[in-house]
């Protein structure tokens, strides 16, 4: 959760309109720096102490025990457990013999299915749902209002309500598509086998869409009105519009949100461990759940701490493909 | 620019500097503490004959156990209070969180004085090395003669000397089933169980009973992987084919042993033939209890509490059809002619870093009374985990009869300090396999779907009896 926070603040200025121009009249006169802004490290200085001591301090001793043999017999040791060298990464990436190589790459595959399905049913959900709220019709604050109600509910709350409507025999999801309405002849089951990955990402994109669809509708607002104006003049029908005027306009609100749902998704935990359990199986296991299983259940912490950095490393490396292919995007905003 | 960047990072270092020596302070604190109080408990206990414990605190953390646990103990200990003068602080750890939080405590060496733990995990527990060896003190409570020997099993570490953990309380798996539904399928209760084969003939007839009352009812359920306790579910049944969990040296893992694989077929083999209601593998094992008091299952597997819950007016759950029809029968027997059961509960550990060792012992002595633990034990709707006091409330009725039966001859798994996760390893496997045999795996069900999971789970164990301190 703490890096998703920090990237925001990173990336927060892409949002507003013009702050590139802003921040270039905040430090005229270069020269005498420190002493001029020594008021606001000052202000600043208490923050950084408390993301140093809980954040950095953990993430770096994270990256220790990574390197560590942590187990049942050495754990009360901690940081004094005998080094490992890089021999936790190797059982993990190469070691075709270890259980925790197949388990890894299992939970990989199906964070990544995971992570793309419940991102694109966020975003284009999230924009389908602005497009049709920004319109004026009766009732649609109230509507709008109403849209919102997901966002409001804990995650936690969520996996626990869907775990009782997913269920085969009495949920309500069975029940509306076999009873009510005959759509299916078979009950499906939804919290075992090959579906439970549909049951945790369903419930994701639910409770995801709405803050999308908040800054969507945002970005909707924001786009000026002569444009469409303008373009319908010229005879522009409402699809050429869309995808010549808004979404061109909307691609900095997109990057941003990109960028967040999929740091987000590849760290989900809660719905899956809360309904699925401790162990959500082989097709619905995600690097999170998998993570924490082996980690606190099993005390192979060592272990733990390796994929973590394994996992933290892949989200860097999507954090640089994402600015290599947004920087553009970001900058013409001035 | 580059001098504030400097500045910014040495103040990060300075910080960094500040925590690192505050940490390693803490550490010389606790080191010096936990010697300090090792001294001052061994003088203790050369004067404790006259020593009085007014005024003294034992922390004490237990468990959810019953409906109310803090004030049920609170009540057991009120004449322990009075009559020693200590003061007991009694603090519930939920059992979701008291794995966490008891390992944390033996390293950290900041607890509680005593805590409860699960039989299963005492091994684990004392190979942290922050609890204290209890066999000097053991004589005062009668030994290992006053306990059934699979219970006294669980105060051990495999291959070391010391008692970690004095027994508490005790359950044991039976049967549970519905005598309305046997009767209408036409099965005698007394003999419906006897061994692995009557107990499939008399699921086949309850297959026949659909209906009791008008609610459809099923032969057969239990809960599949989201259930915490589906190895003591299982296990029962390879242990009746003559399988183990491990080898008998506990090095090598056995579960992939032909017997093992026929003792997890038999059970799953329910799903397939339409004994079993698959929709009880989404459940964990609290909804697949109140499916069966709610009377949608005709026999299920469970503890001692659910026998106790059927006169307590509260527990809304139990169905009226359920709450008058329910009797209780020892597991089948297996070809090897002995009946296995799961048999666990909790222990009572005491933590070495504790500064009042002496009372902490009286403590414990106190709830190993054979009046105190029948009086505790019928608060929980649990089993006595001494002898004598089993085997009164094993006379008092057919039903607690079963259980007492099933508690002599139970089994607990091997007491390595590694078993926790091996159980975890082996409870996906088992979860896998049942779920295959309810048509809901990735995998067609057959025995190689078995043979091959159950390898699976055998590589997974051995990976985790190789962990060394090295």
């Keep these: 959760m703490a890096s998703i926070d920090t990237v925001t603040t990173s990336s927060g200025p892409a949002v507003p309109p013009d702050p590139p121009a802003q921040a270039g009249r905040a430090r005229p006169r270069r020269g005498h720096g420190w002493r001029r802004d020594r008021f606001a490290y000052a202000l600043i200085a208490p923050a950084v102490l408390f993301m140093v001591a809980i954040h950095l301090l953990p993430t770096l001793g994270g990256g220790v025990l990574a390197f560590k043999n942590l187990n049942t017999f050495t754990f009360s040791q901690l940081f004094g457990a005998p080094w490992a060298g890089l021999r936790n990464f190797e059982a993990i990436l190469f070691d075709d013999a270890n259980p925790l190589h197949n388990g890894f790459l299992n939970a990989a595959g199906n964070t990544a299915v995971y992570t793309v399905v419940t991102v694109a049913g966020v975003l284009i959900g999230g924009l389908l749902i602005a497009l049709l709220l920004n319109r004026e019709f009766p009732g649609q604050r109230i509507v709008r209002t109403l849209m919102l109600a997901p966002w409001v509910v804990p995650s936690f709350v969520v996996a626990v309500l869907w775990g009782f409507m997913w269920q085969s025999d009495v949920g309500i999801v069975n029940k509306v598509l076999v009873d009510y309405t005959g759509l299916l002849d078979d009950r499906p089951v939804w919290l075992l086998g090959p579906n439970s990955l549909w049951a945790i990402i369903i419930p994701s994109i639910w409770r995801g869409l709405p803050f999308c669809m908040l800054i969507f509708l945002a970005g909707l607002q924001a786009v000026p009105k002569e444009l469409h104006e303008a373009a319908a003049i010229d005879g522009a029908g409402p699809i050429r519009r869309f995808f010549y005027i808004t979404l061109p306009l909307l691609r900095p609100l997109i990057a941003v949100q990109l960028l967040i749902q999929v740091i987000y998704a590849a760290y989900q935990f809660t719905i899956p461990w809360i309904m699925l359990g401790t162990n959500p199986g082989e097709h619905a296991d995600l690097l999170m759940t998998l993570i924490v299983r082996q980690s606190f259940s099993n005390n192979l912490f060592g272990f733990g701490a390796a994929a973590s950095v394994i996992v933290m490393l892949a989200m860097s490396l999507w954090v640089v493909v994402w600015l290599a292919a947004f920087r553009r995007d970001l900058e013409t905003q001035r | ?470």
């Design chain 2, 1 to 470: 620019m580059r001098r504030s960047v400097a500045l910014a990072l040495t103040a990060i270092a300075a910080v960094l500097v500040a925590l690192a020596l505050g940490a390693c302070g803490g550490s010389d604190d606790d080191n010096s503490s936990t010697g300090s109080t090792g001294e001052s408990a061994s003088t203790g206990s050369a004067t404790s004959e006259a020593k009085s414990f007014e005024g003294q605190k034992v922390t004490f953390w237990i468990m959810n156990n019953g409906p109310h646990p803090v004030e049920d103990t609170e009540k057991i200990l009120e004449p322990f209070e009075q009559e020693t003068g200590i003061d007991v602080d009694v603090q519930l750890v939920g059992w979701d969180v008291q794995f966490d939080r008891i390992r944390n405590a033996a390293v950290s060496g900041e607890g509680p004085d005593v805590t409860q733990a699960g039989t299963t995990q005492v091994p684990f527990f004392a190979a942290l090395g922050g609890f204290e060896d209890l066999s000097s003190r053991v004589e005062d409570i009668g030994g290992e003669s006053a306990y059934a020997p699979g219970i006294w099993g669980t105060s051990q570490v495999a291959g070391q000397d010391g008692v970690w953990g004095i027994p508490w309380f005790t359950e044991a798996r039976t049967i549970y089933y519905r005598s309305d539904a046997l009767e209408e399928a036409g099965v005698d209760p007394a003999t419906a169980f006897t061994d692995l084969e009557s107990m499939r003939a008399t699921l086949e007839a309850l297959k026949d009973v659909k209906e009791i009352g008008g609610k459809k009812i099923m032969p057969f359920g239990m809960p599949g992987k989201k259930a915490f306790d589906l190895v003591h579910n299982v296990m029962p049944f390879v242990w009746d084919e003559g399988g183990q969990e491990l080898t008998d040296d506990n090095t090598k893992s056995a579960i992939n042993s032909p017997e093992a694989v026929r003792g997890v077929k038999y059970i799953a083999d329910l799903f397939p033939e339409g004994l079993a209601d698959p929709s009880m593998l989404e459940r964990d094992g609290t909804q697949v209890e109140n499916q069966f008091k709610g009377g949608r299952l005709a026999v299920w597997i469970g503890g001692p509490w659910v026998l106790s819950s059927i006169d307590r007016e509260d527990d809304t759950n139990w169905s009226d059809a359920a709450r008058e029809n329910t009797g209780v029968a020892p597991m089948p027997k297996g070809p090897t002619g002995e009946a296995n059961t799961f048999v666990g509960g909790s222990n009572l550990m005491m933590f070495k870093s504790s500064d009042v060792k002496d009372a902490a012992w009286e403590l414990i002595k106190y709830l190993s009374q054979d009046d105190v633990q029948t009086e505790y034990a019928e608060l929980l709707g649990m089993f006595p985990a001494r002898l004598q006091p089993q085997e009164a409330l094993g006379q008092q009725n057919e039903d607690l009869a079963a259980f007492y039966e099933a508690i002599q001859t139970g089994r607990s798994y091997a007491p390595i300090p590694q078993w926790g996760q091996i159980e975890n390893a082996y409870k996906t496997r088992f979860g896998n396999i049942l779920d295959a045999a309810a048509g809901l795996g990735g995998e067609k069900y057959s025995e190689a779907v078995i043979q091959s999971q159950l390898d699976e789970a055998a590589k997974e164990a051995d990976a985790l009896l190789a962990q060394s301190a090295g």
